[in-house]
């Protein structure tokens, strides 16, 4: 097993672990069961990753005599609704769960945003531990603690912070996803590339990228172990996005402009692809970017199967529209993380979010 520590203000005791290489449904019972010290266990998870591995959860902790319920809602983005939210609340307020039970999130990014924000906000917040099932939950999500819903004006715009106790990663859920979604959390993963580490994404460019796609064990513990280490880093030094993390928004306010358009109807990684290759092009046009970085960009999503041209009915005009919607705008300009180079991001008076007019991103859409 492998080990990233992730360090926050406020000193030892809000410090988490993440644990990479542990065994569904046994390990990660017998991790909680021996070490976490609750007494119920709310394990909330969706309707595709229930049968595969909540449900042996819950057995697993009941065998070794905790009590524990699955909780499943309908799988997909179409979920990540404040009604989902106030659903399982009172079911779990039903069921007579109190502040002695620690919520216990198994699947996607949806399921993890969700069961996180349930977490936040029952009974005032309780603890919440993540088991990401997908490639970009493992990389991205399940880290950082950031939890929220979406709403018909936008992604995520309802939330809290609310930081996991602890992060348990089974690399061998991976087997049962689809490869379009191994692609979808790719996209996450060359983000870390573009923004933190050059090395990572020339390897992207190498082989690495092959290699985790045919799901080589070394290849993927060794992208999803540093993106965990990258996001850890960024998040200790800025917990609530006051600044610094900021970068990890690159390719996201296009990103969640296509997704808002779309009516959440495409996955997310697939949206990130796409705003990361329009992000690059605008840091050209810009801030005198690398004129390569946004073909380089296309070419590695390409190679992992994710398109980088706009889907079908959602134009540049519907985009820009959107992004000016989103919660992001200060002053009728967005705000963009944008790389300066391969591997490095730009700062602006002090900030990592770009100042970015209406007719700039229009002029990056339409190349
Ligand atoms: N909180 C954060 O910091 C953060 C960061 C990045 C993304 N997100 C959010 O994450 C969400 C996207 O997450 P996602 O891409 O994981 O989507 P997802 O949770 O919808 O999962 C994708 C699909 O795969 C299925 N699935 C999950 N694990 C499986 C497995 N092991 N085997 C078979 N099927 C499996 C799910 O049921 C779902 O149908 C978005 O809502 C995005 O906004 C949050
Ligand atoms: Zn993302």
Known sequence: MQFVDVSLPGGPAREYEVVLGIELPNGVAD????WQGAQRWAVITDTRVGPLYGEPLVQALRELGGEAQCLEF???ERSKTRETVADLQDQLIDLGYGRDSWVIAVGGGVVGDVAGFVA???FRGIPCVQVPTTLLAMVDSSVGGKTGVDTSAGKNL?????????VLIDFGTLSSLPRT????????VIKYGV???ADLFESLEGELLEA???GSEAALSRIVARSCDLKATVVSLDETEGGYRQILNFGHTVGHAIETVQGYGMRHGEAVAIGMVVEARLASQKIGAPADLADRIASVCARAGLSTQLPPGCSADDIVKAAFHDKKVRRGEIRCALPNTLGTMSVWNGEYGIPVKAEELMASLLP
């Open 195 to 197: 923004i933190l580490d």
């Open 212 to 214: 985790t796609l045919t």
């Open 31 to 34: 991790d909680l069961v021996r």
């Open 158 to 166: 309802v939330g809290a912070f609310l930081q996991p106790r602890r």
């Open 181 to 188: 979604e191994i692609a979808s959390g790719m996209a996450e």
């Open 74 to 76: 309908p799988a997909g």
């Open 120 to 122: 936040a906000t029952l």
